[in-house]
């Protein structure tokens, strides 16, 4: 298996196990949140899966400068609809993923936007991974916090 099927691999057991979850959200906690100051449940979908959009753009190298979702002002509605409308946005991101070889993996420097810091591609790709990964975890103890069962996910 080549370090692009691995990186895919490890994106599609993520996302597997983070719809999972989300499917277990009852309709009546899409707004609930642990504080103020917290993303609320439906908020952390959205965050994940739009995020897919900015990372394609990141690891193409494109231009940040002006960015905006295609969910800017776009009504929450249902987990079920975010997930069909992030589908062609994620597929296009796992797309890009596919073209890189190994050479691009080990040799193309990215540099985060919000930091500026360079990574190269494979170690950044391998951190986006990870931004999911965190907020699935988050999104556990959001269950807990409402006393709701937790899906399994430790297949």
Known sequence: MSQTELIILNFNEIRRKSITLWK????RYYNWKP???A???IEMIRHVLEADYGWNIIINQGDMTN???PWHNRPF???IDEIEFAAPYRKNFLD???RFCDTDLNQVTIVHPGNGKKKI????LLRIAYHESVHAGQFLSYLRAMNI???TIWD
């Open 67 to 69: 960015y905006k979702t």
């Open 39 to 41: 993303m609320s449940a």
């Open 24 to 27: 277990g959200l009852p309709e």
């Open 121 to 124: 591609l494979g170690e950044y």
């Open 77 to 79: 509605t249902s987990v």
């Open 96 to 98: 890009t993923i596919r």
């Open 35 to 37: 504080d103020e100051n």
């Open 149 to 151: 069962d937790r899906p």
